[in-house]
T-cell receptor, first 112, second 116 residues
Framework: GENVEQHPSTLSVQEGDSAVIKCTYS??????FPWYKQELGKRPQLIID?????GEKKDQRIAVTLNKTAKHFSLHITETQPEDSAVYFC???????????FGPGTRLSVLP | NAGVTQTPKFRILKIGQSMTLQCAQD?????MYWYRQDPGMGLKLIYY???????DKGEVPNGYNVSRSTTEDFPLRLELAAPSQTSVYFC???????????????FGPGTRLLVL
């Protein structure tokens, strides 16, 4: 089955700097890669996703890149703000069920 | 639309007690999921369902049971609560085409369970 690794586990950046979180996946058949943000005590919420037929996707300050050959994908947050502080999860998946696997998460702290 | 709803929000159980965590969605999604999230950890899949009457095990199914009698509801049953089941439980739903292409999973607000 799919295995998703995520790095770093914790990340601290100064407000206004950029943050990058990297994930790798093992199943070459995976074709859907969403990113979720989870604030303390809240539910995970989708912030951006990318499919395997696209190499890059951007939504305002957030972008995701996908390298299918290397089987890794990354989340880029520019001009970070204190409200970006949260735990971010990458997901590798295809189809449904056990083929939708969460990474262990990255705790991002944006320091004022 | 209410989206995905879960009840209760919080529950304390004694060891050996049973309970059912309720989950409902009003988005006409065919896929539904149950995850658990231990403190400071990621989400682990307990059970999932691809439609009414169809369920399957995830990564950590032991100690739990599910049923899916309708498209909207997907309850999770704990038969003999153990301290190891102390966790936050999230229900999620998504729509997937018959080809199996995954769509976004939407999560409920979670149920915090403490087993003492």
């Amino acid at each position: 089955g799919e295995n998703v690794e995520q790095h770093p586990s914790t990340l601290s950046v100064q407000e206004g700097d950029s943050a990058v979180i990297k994930c790798t996946y093992s199943d070459s058949a995976s074709n859907y890669f969403p990113w979720y943000k989870q604030e303390l005590g809240k539910r995970p919420q989708l912030i951006i996703d990318i499919r395997s037929n696209v190499g890059e996707k951007k939504d305002q300050r957030i972008a995701v890149t996908l390298n299918k050959t290397a089987k890794h994908f990354s989340l880029h947050i520019t001009e970070t703000q204190p409200e970006d502080s949260a735990v971010y999860f990458c997901v590798g998946g295809r189809g449904y069920g056990q083929n939708f696997v969460f990474g262990p998460g990255t705790r991002l702290s944006v320091l004022p | 639309n209410a989206g995905v709803t879960q009840t209760p929000k919080f529950r304390i159980l004694k060891i050996g007690q049973s309970m059912t965590l309720q989950c409902a969605q009003d988005m006409n999604h065919n896929y539904m999921y149950w995850y658990r999230q231990d403190p400071g950890m990621g989400l682990k899949l307990i059970y999932y369902s691809v439609g009414a009457g169809i369920t399957d095990k995830g990564e950590v199914p032991n100690g739990y049971n599910v049923s899916r009698s309708t498209t909207e509801d997907f309850p999770l049953r704990l038969e003999l609560a153990a301290p190891s089941q102390t966790s936050v439980y999230f229900c999620a739903s998504s729509y997937a085409l018959t080809s199996g292409e995954q769509e976004t999973q939407y999560f409920g607000p979670g149920t915090r369970l403490l087993v003492l």
